[in-house]
């Protein structure tokens, strides 16, 4: 049985209740908003009255005065923001942590903080150089001493958080900062006594909302509305239950009397030009801290290694930016710049994350763009057995479309059947490891599964920026999206490249939406399998519907294609193709029983071209050849674009997207479509092999034969 007297003992309860609470404040003598680093300062340089400041300011030290006692440090003349002596640093017991602040014109205030932490006889820690931390402004005491909960993303670095834990002995909760104008933890989050929060949740990114949600209950929660978040409401100082704070509305008044609190406001006008309030005018210097149960921080940190021409290409900016974009922090241990043109850098970034979730989410795309582990580090991939058919280990590696290898038993293996959003799996046949792509649904209980990111590398051509484009002859429009005048040209160069892919037998799929029929493109597709261009076709119940309505009828979608002109009635014409087809038993049927004579899927026959018609909710019929069975569907997609050199999508948001997620990084992939949005989503797989063009279809595939036909002249 644990007392309650063995759970508290000496050390563990530093702050005896019968002892005042101290709080350190430093009077506004030299109080201006003198420049901008926040956005509340920007517009109001020089527009705080000093007389005023200073008669608010003593409001607030009056007030405070009755429950506490206040400590006063000497103002100087040069540091007009020292009256925010919650910047000072992080006080617990008789230990501080000093700031580093971020911006200069406040790094000259450190001197002083230190100066008088020493004569008062604290324990001094100092972080290491270039790591910004603002102390109390940034990191808060849960009011029970349970935890502290630290703020980073504007003025204080995430790798400063397990200096705190480890100096403080406390459990570190990272809290990642969004909204500039809570540019500070203190601004928009205060933790109450009695396990009350006051906060404003649209500060924080979602990570760090489940996190406060996790910690605090519902219950305990006060949440704060926009118009009092920027009346700095958050910025309270709680005294057993009396909140001092600058005037709020009567409804957040109302919220906190509620559950006991008593609302003492006092104007702090002046000092919000600055961009602080009550709360950062105050330090605490005697913070509850209880049992610690959990004295670290959960912060992960990682090595990668980057190689390449880390400028030229600017992949070291990319691979910085996924960091901080992703909610970690970074810092280069070691750069080493090549000297020429052609040589080669090295970079080794340390990543730290404040999860092990979201290490995984920044490694995974790091190790996307070709970041490896460092030699000292490298080590297997970490495998979980599934325990339930379907469901994969909760932390699996999700693959993109880059060829991928991992580290089995020392040795690097090559992972099979690459495509995105799969898992890998890893076998074993006599001693022989085998690594595989499998889609979820396909897991097995007892499948061994990567999860994290040890062990796992892609294999990325590195390109100096000149070399983009020239790499291979259909690189011409590097990874990009091709319009307006650049369309023929481009055109010329498919051209080419199909000419060259049947010469040499090799395999294109097409992935048509009905928009090809439509537009006039039936018969220009018709040509193409008809010359051998096309070894496989993709699409869904649509296409062959409207082809084969105008091939039995003259119309797509009832309108006639050789007037353009839409035909009395027509819109029933492609229920009647389905009718005439479903009477016949299957496509190929009806071109047996010489009732289909021309069209794409006519051709496709002829041809013996394989094609696939993946169906959908809103398909009409559906035709008797259309796979409604998507699973199936899925299947027999990949296996028709197995081992093709070029993939042409043609109109087909869907079907083109199904057919992405399928395809490795090397396959070529042409993407037509008058939507620029499909496009870009398409062809911005960060490959140099696709291709987007913006146009017609109709007029795309009219101009392609154009060029076929030029080169059979030739
Ligand atoms: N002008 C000061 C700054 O931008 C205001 C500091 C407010 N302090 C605080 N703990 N939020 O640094």
Known sequence: MLGFAQRYDARDVLVDMNLPIHFLMCAPDYFDVDYAINPWMIGNIHHSSRDLAIQQWQCLHQLLSKSANIEMMVPQPDWPDMVFTANAGLVVDKTVVLSRFLHPERQGEEFFYRQWFIDQGYTLHDLPKDLPFEGAGDALLDREGRWLWAGYGFRSELDAHPYLADWLDVEVLSLRLMDERFYHLDTCFCPLINGYLLYYPPAFDAYSNRLISQRIPESKRIVVSEPDAVNFACNAINIENIVILNPISSDLKAKLCTVGFEVVETPLTE????????????????????VKLNPQAAIESQTILLEGHLLDSGLLNRVLDLIVAGGGSFQVLEFDLGEQRQSISTAQVKVSAPSREIMNKIMSQAIALGAIQPPQEICDVTLEAVIQEGVAPKNFYVTTIYPTEVRVNGEWVRVQGQRMDAVIIVSATENN???????????????????????????????????????????????GVSSERRVELVVEQIAW???????????????????????????????????????????????????????????????????????????????????????????????????LTTGVMYECIQRKVPFCLAGSIRDDGPLPDTQMDLIEAQQE??????????????????????????????????????????????????????????????????????????????
């Open 497 to 595: 490249e199909l000419r060259q892919i049947r010469d040499r037998s090799g395999k294109v799929a097409v992935v048509a939406g009905p928009v090809v029929i439509h537009t006039g493109g039936g018969e220009h597709l018709s040509w193409l399998i008809r010359q051998g261009y096309v070894q496989a076709l993709l699409g869904g119940n649509a296409i062959a519907v409207h082809d084969i309505e105008q091939a039995l009828l003259g119309t797509s979608l009832g309108i006639d294609m050789q007037q353009g002109v839409s035909v009395h009635g027509g819109h029933r014409h492609h229920m009647k193709a389905i009718n005439v087809i479903r009477g016949c038993g299957s496509i190929a049927n009806a071109v047996e029983q010489g009732v």
């Open 637 to 714: 997609y990949k296996q028709l674009i197995d081992h093709a050199d070029l993939i042409l999508m043609l109109s087909s948001m869907l079907h083109s997207i199904g057919v992405g997620n399928m395809t490795p990084a090397g396959v070529k992939l042409v993407c037509v479509d008058i939507n620029p949005a499909v496009v870009t989503k398409l062809s911005d797989r960060g490959s140099i092999e696709s291709v987007g063009v913006v146009t017609d279809v109709g007029l795309f595939l009219s101009l392609l034969i154009q060029q076929l036909r030029a080169l059979d002249q030739r």
């Open 271 to 290: 000092f919000i030009k600055a961009g602080g309030a009550a709360k950062c005018l105050t330090l605490r210097l005697t913070e509850p801290i209880q």
């Open 433 to 479: 490891p085998v690594a595989t792509c499998s889609l979820l649904r396909d897991l097995k209980v007892g499948d061994h599964v990567v999860v994290d990111t040890a062990g796992i590398r892609t294999i990325r051509k590195s390109t100096l920026r000149e070399q983009r484009g020239t790499a291979d002859e259909f690189s011409f429009m590097g990874a």
